[in-house]
């Protein structure tokens, strides 16, 4: 890897069309490491995708070779750079920006105390909208191109952070947050209400250009049976709608499940009983699942968001990956912001990497193809976007994050000694952050910096 020598890209990238070449040190992930090994990495030092005019890849290899088969398109020179597929964060709450860093408290009394009573603001549009826009452009400034997000449990605030989306090209599935227990009044839901707002929203975003429709109760803990049973309704009539929530994720949280459902006989069996366990569900957290519920989640073909700098910050408990994969569970990465300590699923993935490296369940710590799989594809898998994003494979949608050292700083120097594409990938994952991110672009078309190649 040369040193981050500050390279513009050539000037042939700011022609207006998407149809392009570009040349970096390429990487992927398009085949589960879990089950083949890190040699699911594929790497070329001296790398090229080619994208054509409607944004999909249509070539991927040996720059020499990709530029022989595509001579006429304009060429992006980014040899100083490291290209990845875009990023694909699973789990993470639009009105919590404001929260991260709400140090000292585990979760009930983190929500209670500080993050309740700031996602009441969102009842004002204005600060919505403002906070909707500087959300989606933190994602895509840190790399993220494709996010499953809670919502607001205002709809006027939800409808705004698609329109922010919309607007700057996310793909995102998000949906207006029901409660009717729990949270302070200001963001309770009655369960009709939940029903025909959550059904207007999905009429009127689910399949818009890059948008999808998520079912979001907020967690067992604020929903009464009732109010579940309004989201099974929609569930049912919407099968094609992903559904997300929390699951298993703190001691005293399951605790309070246990009471407040005590015909159940474990948390996952409350969402189930309402039919809200089913292909195209994501569950958040999932630290303490017993093995009976990991077998249902598989048998379901719902997957979990495995959110490591969340679970540490509240003190949750560490995250039993390893057995989630055993058990056949699909396992993606979230950021979990304002839980999580950033937007960035480079320092999530990093967060994955130490967690495992600490648990004697763990076997074999997790290698770096391991980690940009969680990042990318799996993500891309759990969230029912699969076919169309996750990997730079030929017919993908060209959703791309590339990264390029700040000449001085610590990433740069330590990758001048990176003699491996698992060396190269460890470093950035380990060291690249939000100021790493050169440019992203979403189906060929650059939404950071927005104006720029
Ligand atoms: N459970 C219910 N709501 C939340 C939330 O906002 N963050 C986390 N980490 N867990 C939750
Ligand atoms: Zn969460």
Known sequence: MNDGLPGALATSAESPGRARVLRAHVLHVPRDPFEIGPQALEAWSDGAVAIDEAGRVTDLGEASEVLARQPRLPLVD???AILLPGLVDAHVHYPQVGVIGALGLPLLPWLAQRTFPHETRFADLELARREASTFVRLLLANGTTTALVFGAHF?????????????????????????????PKALRTT????????????????????????????FAPACSDELLAACGAVARERPELTVTSH????????AHVR????????????????????????????????????????DAGAAVAHCPSSNAFLGSGAFPLRRHRRAGVAVALGTDVGAGTSLSLLHEGLQAYLTQKGLAEAGEPLAAPHVLWLATRAGADAIGMGEHVGDLRPGRAADLVLLRPRP????????????SAEAVLAACLTLAREDAVAQTWVQGEAVHPRRAA
Do not use: C, K, M, Q
């Open 259 to 298: 009471r407040a459902f005590p015909r159940d006989g474990d948390y996952l069996a409350v969402y189930e009983r309402h039919g809200l366990v089913r292909p195209g569900a994501v569950y958040a957290h999932d630290l303490h699942p017993s093995d009976d519920e990991l077998a249902r989640l598989a």
């Open 78 to 80: 980014a040899r100083d």
């Open 191 to 218: 369960p009709d209400e939940a029903y025909a707002a959550s059904l207007r929203l999905a009429t009127r975003w689910h399949g818009r250009g890059r948008l999808r429709y998520a079912l979001t109760p907020r």
């Open 247 to 254: 699951l298993n994720e703190s001691p005293a949280e399951i």
């Open 155 to 183: 709809a006027p605030a939800t409808e705004a952070l698609f329109e922010a989306a919309a607007e700057a090209g996310l793909r995102l599935a998000t949906g207006l947050v029901v409660a009717d227990r729990l949270v």
């Open 408 to 419: 001085a700083s610590t990433l740069a120097a330590t990758l001048r000694y990176a003699d």
